[in-house]
């Protein structure tokens, strides 16, 4: 069992507001302020069953009260008038005048009327609300004692009798603080001590500034606050995440505790605790050595503690945790002071754990970027792989290994599909712009007017379509690498503008007039004679010359057949992981018609032939029969026909083309699928002619 003493929630002058909603026919005598006593006088304010706020009557000043916003004391109360009363100093008394109030104004509950001087232990009367008017703030409710703001609180309850035969060691929560002084003006505190416990605090907040974790910001509160204060134990406890007035708080963890000596730490009582995280206003408790509700006992069954401060951690509206402190010392108790300097850490502890929040969640934030950033260059790079070991992939790697760190311009020459696309990705992510974007453009993708505006980008309102800014592909490439397939298809018109880029000019995006400048690397590729091109005026020559720094030739899949079998089995692994096939691999049969076919595509053609087999294959090795090519690439001997001018006969068109079935039947040893593709028909199709024609497979 404890006894409530006093609570007090200080308000600075500041917070009060400007005096007003005074009516003009007031009349009462002001005293000069320097012949007025030094005594000062309080008015302490509850609402409903909970002391709001203290108010310091200022000699020469009107206090006003009313539910109006321009009085000095404001009431959220119907029953209030907008212009209540009001409370001034007269000689040596403080006068309170009711202003005419609908409702009246009562004093320890009987009416006012008229000019009614104050006395130490009056209560003033509005409504739901109590105003006691006092000159010793440790005697501000004698009367009303019995109505604390605590009442309905469990774990402070006490009856008015047991409070009076309370006896000299029940516990006193002495003091309850929301805003510490440090947050006012210098003149609230004596100016010497002031600048002494503020030189402290920045150095502290500088330490805690400095924490690399929670762990160590802790270890930073603790040690300035048992320097600073006199408590010989506190512990840092914080919430599972920084919670808002609406939501309930989770459980507290300590995160680190401190003690001189040989002492143990007491957790803060669940009492306490929910009561500070509740009201989010630092408590300063006394005399608690035999009360469970303030701090728990320790195994023996002892509580240690003779003092308690326990301090909200907050910052807006939302609550980190807790500060527990406490002295076990019965000569050397917490005191106010204690308070206001625990209160004033606690602030500056929550702006550095917002900050150690934020960062582990831009860390976080910037780890998920980067693995994912990772996991998608691991899967470039397997797109990328310059697959093979032949001399010509062999040579290949070893001149991108000597072109891609510096930054010269690269043109890329080959027929289409043979990779160019590839080897510019293995370009860029071997050069030192390997953290910068790689963009790609088509350039025979697009018509004149499209392409500037793809390249460069354009402004908003330019061209008809034209519905907001466009930022190009140049811009997007800026530290980065621009990779232009079919440069050779560019109109004259692109070529000067995109010249002019090339040698380090600024461009203007189309219809903008803000010169725009870029750092970027340009990989170019065609499959066209640019020579020719050239000759006959098609292609400018200084572009052409600005671009045929470095050049590399792309060698065609048929020239280098050693590569087929390999690239194959590569394209396998990867296309039965998407489709979560188990295909291994390929028969023998199968690799020999892959490596017999001449392959127009080139790799494109391949990657896609290999793709289309694994989706039809029905076991774990595709078969030749399962590979379907598209006939353009026969070896010669398989695109020739049998028929000639010297064999010509008088024969029905029916006739013939039996005849040349079986001939291509005969070139392939009766490979259906293969003959199917050669004469340009479906494998079905095939089947019927020649059940029509009644032939089958020779036996061998």
Known sequence: MFDVVYVIRRKRNADVGPIGGVSDHR??????????????AYLVVREGNKWRDVYRLTPGQVMTVGRASTNRIVLHDEVCSRNHCEIFQRGADWVLRDLDSRNGTLINGLKVEGDIPLEPGHLIQIGACDLAFTFDLSQAFPQVEEKSGLENDTSTDMDAEAAATAGDNEPEIIHRRRKTRFAGRVETVARERHQQELAVLYRLAMDMGAARGSQHLADVVLNGLLEGTSSDIGALLLLPHPTPPEETPGPLTVVAYKANGDLQYQQV??????????????????????????????????????????????????????????????????????????????????????????????AEGLAKVRDE???????????????????FIQSLNNTIARVAPTDAAVLIRGESGVGKELVARAIHFSSKRRSGPFVCMNCAALTESLLESELFGHEKGSFTGATGRKIGKFEQAHRGTLFLDEVGEMSLAIQAKFLRVLEGHPFERVGGSSPIQVD?????????????????????????????????????????????????????????????????????????????????????????????????????????????????????????????????????????????????????????????????????????????????????
Request: with cysteine; glycine share 4%; hydrophobic share 40%.
């Open 27 to 40: 009349t009462f005598e002001q005293t000069p302020a320097e012949k007025l006593p030094s005594m000062i």
């Open 269 to 362: 009582s669940r009492s306490l605790s929910s009561v500070v995280l509740k009201d989010r206003e630092a408590i300063l408790a006394r005399d608690v050595a035999d009360d469970s509700r303030l701090v728990s006992r320790d195994s023996l069954g002892r509580i240690q503690a003779k003092s308690v401060i326990c301090s909200p951690i907050r910052m807006d509206n939302l609550i980190y945790g807790l500060i527990h402190l406490y002295s076990t010392n019965p000569e050397k108790l917490l005191e106010e002071d204690d308070l206001e300097f625990t209160l004033a850490v606690a602030d500056q502890a929550a702006v550095a754990l917002h900050n150690l929040r934020r960062q582990e969640t831009l």
């Open 373 to 391: 950033n990772l996991k998608l260059r691991e899967q470039i790079g397997i797109e990328s792989d310059l697959v093979g070991d032949s001399k």
């Open 520 to 700: 970027v690397r340009v990989v170019a590729a065609t499959n066209r004679n640019l020579e020719t091109a050239v000759e006959s005026a098609m292609f400018r020559k200084d572009l052409y010359f600005r671009l045929h720094v470095v050049e590399m030739t792309i060698e065609p899949l048929r020239e280098h057949p050693s590569d087929i079998p390999i690239l194959a089995a590569h394209f396998v692994e990867r296309f039965a992981k998407k489709s979560g096939r188990a295909v291994q691999g390929f028969t023998p049969p199968a690799i020999d018609k892959l490596t017999a076919y001449d392959w127009p595509g080139n790799v494109r053609e391949l990657q896609n032939t290999v793709e289309r087999a694994v989706i039809l294959c029905a076991g774990e090795y595709i078969g030749a029969s399962e590979i379907q090519l598209s006939g353009l690439g026969m070896m010669e001997e398989y695109r020739s026909a049998d028929i000639t001018p010297a064999e010509f006969r008088d024969i029905s068109l029916e006739q013939l083309e039996q005849q040349h079935i079986l001939s291509v039947l005969d070139r392939t040893h009766w490979n259906k699928s293969q003959a199917s593709q050669i004469l340009g028909i479906e494998r079905s199709t095939l089947d019927r002619k020649l059940k029509r024609y009644g032939v089958e497979r020779p036996e061998s």
